[in-house]
């Protein structure tokens, strides 16, 4: 089965940084999208950054633009999100997303458990 595990995830003092790790199983890694997300208490559910099957490409929210670096590791199912320079903003639970199938009809969105960070004096 498709499995997401986030972690690195926890408190940071704001202008710090941490390293997310996203672990994927069940799928052919290398061939797919890979994406973070963030949540924040009473806000909906942000695309913050996505990255191409090769890593070749990226792309970011605005508001993250400039501090935050997404990056793959296909050997190892692994995708990061090393975020610098963190705002209190930046507090969210962040998730591990990749879409699945060819036919857009056929194609579903899976998330990992999510992991927590909060930016805060």
């Known amino acids: 089965q498709v499995q997401l595990v986030e972690s690195g995830g926890g408190l940071v003092q704001p202008g710090g940084s941490l390293r997310l790790s996203c672990v994927a199983s069940?799928?052919?890694?290398?061939?797919?999208?890979m994406s973070w997300y963030r949540q924040a208490p009473g806000k909906e559910r942000e695309l913050v950054a996505v990255?191409?099957?090769?890593?070749?490409?990226?792309n970011y929210a605005d508001s993250v633009k400039g501090r935050f670096t997404i990056s793959r590791d296909n050997a190892n199912n692994t995708v990061y999100l090393q975020m610098n320079s963190l705002k209190p903003e930046d507090t969210a639970v962040y998730y591990c997303?990749?879409?699945?199938?060819?036919?857009?009809?056929?194609?579903?969105?899976?998330w990992g458990q999510g992991t927590q960070v909060t930016v805060s004096s």
């Open positions: 997303n990749v879409d699945l199938g060819k036919s857009s009809i056929a194609r579903r969105t899976y």
């Open positions: 069940g799928f052919t890694f290398s061939r797919n999208t």
């Open positions: 990255i191409t099957p090769s890593g070749g490409s990226t």
